[in-house]
T-cell receptor, first 115, second 109 residues
């Protein structure tokens, strides 16, 4: 089991472009969390998804940000029309269906840099 | 609203010294608390949970409901303990852990 896989590791975008961040959860895991880490800050929750469902997106900015976790394929965090303030490390975590909140398994993160 | 406070951004100790990483939380119900650790060039991973009452790598943490704290302690720090440590809170009925901002522990030889 390769663990939670995030790609790309580093993503550079110019202002106004779109950023797509991918997360493949661990095998057998059906819960995915996205967190954002800004410099000097901790991990801030963004969105919690199960297969084909957004369970909680209370931490997601209302505009430009969206997330999905389709039946097949990885979870995608999409940021449209990126701005410099979106520069951060984005972490994905997954957990198994029978104990979704007991232990999170994290990916290595995607560092987004907006020029 | 629930909140996790880690007051120290950086904690620097010498090898063999005791270490305590502070974590305070605000939540009125019965929380579940966790410590996660991120070693250099590795992923964030669970270190321990208060509900398990376990000692991992010599670290322990006791939930103090009166002081709303969950400090992480180790009597004799080792160089390999140098890492970023995050305290996390899970409130009753929630599936979403709230993380503190993290404390960087540096253990000098």
């Amino acid at each position: 089991n390769a663990g939670v896989m995030q790609n790309p590791r580093h993503l550079v975008r110019r202002r106004g472009q779109e950023a797509r961040l991918r997360c493949s959860p661990m095998k057998g895991h059906s819960h995915v969390y996205w967190y954002r880490q800004l410099p000097e800050e901790g991990l801030k929750f963004m969105v919690y998804l199960q297969k084909e469902n957004i369970i909680d997106e209370s931490g997601m900015p209302k505009e430009r940000f969206s997330a999905e976790f389709p039946k097949e394929g990885p979870s995608i965090l999409r940021i449209q029309q990126v701005v410099r303030g979106d520069s951060a490390a984005y972490f994905c975590a997954s957990s198994p269906p029978d104990s979704p909140n007991e232990k999170l398994f994290f990916g290595s993160g995607t560092q987004l840099s907006v020029l | 609203a629930q909140r996790v406070t880690q007051p120290e951004k950086l904690l620097s100790v010498f090898k063999g010294a005791p270490v305590e990483l502070k974590c305070n939380y605000s939540y009125s119900g019965s929380p579940e608390l966790f410590w996660y650790v991120q070693y250099s060039r590795q992923r964030l991973q669970l270190l321990l949970r208060h509900i398990s009452r376990e000692s991992i790598k010599g670290f322990t943490a006791d939930l103090n409901k009166g002081e709303t704290s969950f400090h992480l302690k180790k009597p004799f720090a080792q160089e390999e303990d140098s890492a970023m440590y995050y305290c996390a809170l899970l409130s009753g009925g929630s599936y979403i852990p709230t993380f503190g901002r993290g404390t960087s522990l540096i253990v000098h030889p």
